[in-house]
């Protein structure tokens, strides 16, 4: 903690950034942190290289985040918060920070890279957010309404409304906190779990459609097409959580998503680009997993991307069922 407090009282600009696709701990923790520095004096800019799925819009400042930096800005500092691995930024950001002089890697994934000249790699915390909570306590800056409700925001979706594996009693004991400070937990709620458009509850119908359970009924799969998403009017953000209903099903220790990724028709024969969400009950690690193909996260989520045939995905997936 000191080590990143002690760095930045000596930094003046700061380019923060978070993983494409956002979640509700990458767009929470990017502007705490941000709004933090700002409190400390420090010029801080906020850069995503994906859009900020609607139901995250409600954030404070969210509109500071921009998908593309100033090629005329210079930045003694990045830090980059809630990737395993600096590739979770984009290729595009990953060129412009690896000119940064000192990279600053703020994590809980167990499969982070240790990227970056200083770490706060803490892979028991529930969300990014939760260290994100400590080193601006060690700023000792005020904890505003406003970077309390991202902190709030970004441990309540990472621990699934606290039932996930990772809901440990720093979520409870922070998120306490910010509601001292002026969060209201309905208000988020709502924004975040209450605002679905209706193509998004089509599309659930459609992805509850496409469960299909392995022989044991230990392994169940889900899978979401680009015309599954252009039938329903919704975009790739809509799909966020559809896999905990695959997760729900009595007996099952793995749920896997396979999701199509757009333009995945441009590649050889039969192939695509697809995304593959995996969590598990707890008692298997998919981050395992998930690092066997190349992708990452935690022990029971995690994800990676995947250039193949969806028929030989599902069988790949399908045959880890014997292993559970
Ligand atoms: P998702 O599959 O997008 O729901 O993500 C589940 C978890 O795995 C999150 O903590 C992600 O940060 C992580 N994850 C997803 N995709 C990747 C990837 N390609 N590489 C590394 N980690 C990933
Ligand atoms: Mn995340
Ligand atoms: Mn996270």
């Known amino acids: 903690m000191d080590h990143i407090r002690n760095h930045l009282k000596n930094s003046r600009r700061v380019l923060l950034v978070?993983?494409?696709?956002?979640?509700?701990?990458?767009?929470?923790?990017?502007?705490?942190?941000?709004?933090?520095?700002?409190?400390?004096?420090?010029?801080a800019t906020l850069c995503n290289a994906s859009p900020i799925?609607?139901?995250?819009?409600?954030?404070?400042?969210?509109?500071r985040i921009t998908d593309r930096i100033d090629g005329t800005q210079t930045y003694d500092t990045a830090m980059v918060l809630d990737c395993g691995d600096l590739k979770r930024v984009g290729n595009r950001l990953m060129e412009a920070i690896n000119r940064i002089p000192i990279i600053v890697n703020v994590d809980h994934h167990i499969t982070n890279t240790g990227f970056g000249h200083l770490q706060q790699v803490e892979p028991f915390a529930c969300a990014t957010a939760e260290i994100v909570y400590r080193l601006i306590r060690?700023?000792?800056?005020?904890?505003?309404?406003s970077i309390a409700t991202a902190i709030?925001?970004?441990?309540?979706?990472?621990t699934g409304s606290f039932r996930f594996a990772n809901t440990n009693r720093a979520a409870f004991r922070i998120c306490e906190e910010m509601v001292a400070l002026g969060v209201d937990p309905s208000k988020?709620?709502?924004?975040?779990?209450?605002?679905?458009?209706?193509?998004?509850?089509?599309?659930?119908?459609?992805a509850l459609d496409s469960i299909e359970i392995s022989n044991n009924g230990k392994l169940s799969l889900m899978c979401l097409s680009q015309g599954m998403l252009q039938e329903t009017g919704t975009q790739s953000e809509d799909a966020d959580g559809l896999i905990n209903y695959a997760r729900?099903?009595?007996?099952?220790?793995?749920?896997?998503?396979?999701?199509?990724?757009?333009?995945?028709?441009?590649?050889?024969?039969g192939e695509g680009r697809y995304h593959v969400s995996m969590r598990s009950d707890g008692t298997v690690d998919v981050s395992e997993i998930a690092s066997y193909f190349g992708?990452?996260?935690?022990?029971?989520?995690?994800?990676?991307?995947?250039?193949?045939?969806?028929?030989?995905?599902?069988?790949?997936?399908?045959?880890?069922?014997?292993?559970?």
Request: glycine share 10%.
């Open 152 to 158: 709030y925001t970004g441990i309540l979706t990472d």
């Open 138 to 145: 060690s700023f000792e800056v005020p904890v505003s309404r």
């Open 248 to 269: 729900s099903i009595r007996n099952v220790k793995l749920a896997a998503m396979i999701q199509e990724r757009p333009n995945s028709g441009t590649h050889a024969e």
């Open 18 to 43: 978070s993983h494409v696709n956002p979640d509700g701990d990458a767009i929470g923790s990017l502007i705490a942190m941000g709004l933090a520095l700002e409190a400390m004096g420090l010029s």
């Open 53 to 63: 799925p609607a139901v995250y819009r409600f954030l404070p400042a969210v509109q």
């Open 295 to 324: 992708g990452g996260g935690h022990v029971s989520a995690a994800g990676f991307t995947i250039e193949s045939t969806l028929s030989n995905i599902k069988s790949e997936i399908m045959g880890l069922a014997d292993t559970l």
């Open 188 to 206: 988020v709620a709502q924004h975040v779990y209450g605002t679905y458009s209706l193509g998004r509850i089509k599309l659930l119908n459609l």
